[in-house]
């Protein structure tokens, strides 16, 4: 399989002086998000298209980031791109209370490819928000207050969403009044079970999870949050009966599933959801980044017919004021259809298979500073270690360290632009990625795995 996109064609012009413009307007007064804002010194990006970026400089680098890991279609796709523009000359904007054609085929197109009958959909500007939205479903379906959530996750930056955050950015803004409550999920690489097997850890994290649920009492537990494949947080596939056994609790509680497929929905990991992999139906389902890979901001929720129902007669006492903008489902429709013709969830399962997949095999079995290797599709971690023996990891949890910061910057210099999280970095470009350009750029991760192996006992 191959995609349709070019992705080798330079820049015509380069405009210097508009690039350091940009940089010193920046500077002077863009405030960035997750960031010190005196330690800053950020890439100016000038243009992008297909799985390639140039920076301020005319440089040109291959995004195995996919940026957030949204572009999942890669940047510029002239069909996105076009019906971004058609649309714009039909109808730029509607309040949400209005029906909207490209709204509503967004909605259907959707609801065609979620699991189940999933078939509602509620639009939000991005993930945070649905998954903020559907919290608040569940805790009025259930009248309930509490909800389960995973360390080592991340669900948004919004007060709700980073409180169900399992990871350190939540740590400043937590001061436990969300009614939130963490779990820890099956990880057998760092696993808190002492399991030796990934069945004793699904086994064993089960009955962590059951426990909990039966001292903070299931009659106060309005729902139960996952990311059906953790993302940012390390793309740790749950072990085999993991999430069925999950699913299986919920439902025998009354507690209403939430898988987060924000980043790992839309042929992220070989499939149109994540949550395929495993045969399971949850009652709610929020998405964002990949719907329309992120050419104008969109997330929303598709919903049961059972929590759906509770809001019949009910009003539900949620909205936003871009609620299924047009332009941005209208980007929507023009993803998924481009996906669709040119075969892009295949594709993304093919180069997991048979490209990156034996790839990081390979580095696992080379490199000492590699850990562990794990993922699928287009969504894969190299968890690196100084000593393979006691797993110690290259950064501490929550933080950088200079071992990090000089193979970021080794890939860059290399015209790599990677996506690395604490001791990890993750290979995620975007799903249409070229064959060629997929092995380039993990020759150019292979270079740099020789720089990390000098840390390495």
């Known amino acids: 399989m191959t995609s349709t996109i070019d992705s080798g064609i330079q820049p015509l012009q380069h405009d210097s002086e508009g690039a350091r413009r940009a940089y010193e307007l920046d500077r002077k007064h863009v405030f960035h998000s997750w960031s010190a804002q005196d330690l800053l010194d950020p890439m100016v990006i000038i243009a992008a298209e297909g799985s390639h970026v140039w920076d301020g400089e005319g440089n040109r680098y291959l995004d195995f980031s996919s940026q957030l890991v949204n572009t999942n279609i890669g940047h510029q796709h002239p069909a996105v791109v076009s019906a971004i523009a058609a649309q714009a000359a039909k109808l730029c904007t509607i309040a949400p209370g209005y029906v909207n054609d490209a709204r509503s085929e967004a909605a259907r197109l959707i609801a065609e490819r979620t699991p189940g009958e999933l078939d509602k959909i509620f639009f939000t500007n991005g993930g945070a928000d649905a998954n903020e939205h559907a919290v608040r479903m569940a805790r009025l379906h259930t009248g309930r207050h509490k909800v389960l959530s995973a360390y080592r996750s991340y669900h948004g930056g919004t007060q709700l969403a980073v409180n169900l955050t399992g990871d350190p950015r939540r740590w400043a803004s937590d001061n436990a009044s969300t009614g939130t409550i963490h779990f820890f999920p099956p990880y057998l690489y760092r696993t808190a079970f002492h399991s030796t097997t990934q069945e004793e850890e699904s086994q064993r ?253």
């Open 205 to 457: 994290a089960l009955e962590h999870l059951e426990q909990l649920v039966g001292f903070e009492g299931p009659s106060t537990i309005a729902a139960l949050i996952l990311e059906s494949i953790p993302g940012t947080a390390g793309i740790y596939l749950p072990p085999p009966g993991y999430l069925q056994g999950v699913r299986d609790l919920c439902t025998r509680y009354g507690i209403v599933l939430i898988c987060d497929e924000v980043m790992s929905g839309f042929g992220r990991t070989g499939k149109w959801f994540a949550v395929e992999h495993f045969d399971v139906v949850p009652d709610l389902l929020t998405f964002a980044k990949g719907v329309n890979s992120g050419y104008v901001p969109l997330g929303g929720v598709a919903i049961s017919p059972e929590i759906a129902a509770t809001f019949g007669q009910r009003v539900y006492p949620g909205g936003l004021t871009y609620s299924g903008h047009p332009l941005a489902t209208a980007a929507a429709v023009a993803t998924i259809k481009a996906m669709e013709h040119e075969q892009t969830v295949q594709h993304a399962a093919f180069l997991g298979e048979t490209v990156i997949g034996p790839a990081l095999s390979g580095f696992a079995d080379r490199h000492p500073s590699v850990g562990e290797v794990r993922g699928t599709g287009v969504f894969w971690a190299i968890e690196l270690v100084k000593n393979r023996g006691t797993r110690e990891p290259m950064a501490a949890y929550g933080t950088s360290s200079p071992e990090m910061n000089q193979l970021v910057a080794a890939c860059k210099s290399r015209g790599l632009l990677p996506f690395a999280n604490f001791n990890r970095i993750h290979v995620v470009p975007p799903c249409n990625t070229l064959v060629a350009d997929a092995r380039a750029g993990l020759s150019i991760l292979d270079e740099v795995l020789d720089i990390a192996d000098g840390f390495a006992a």
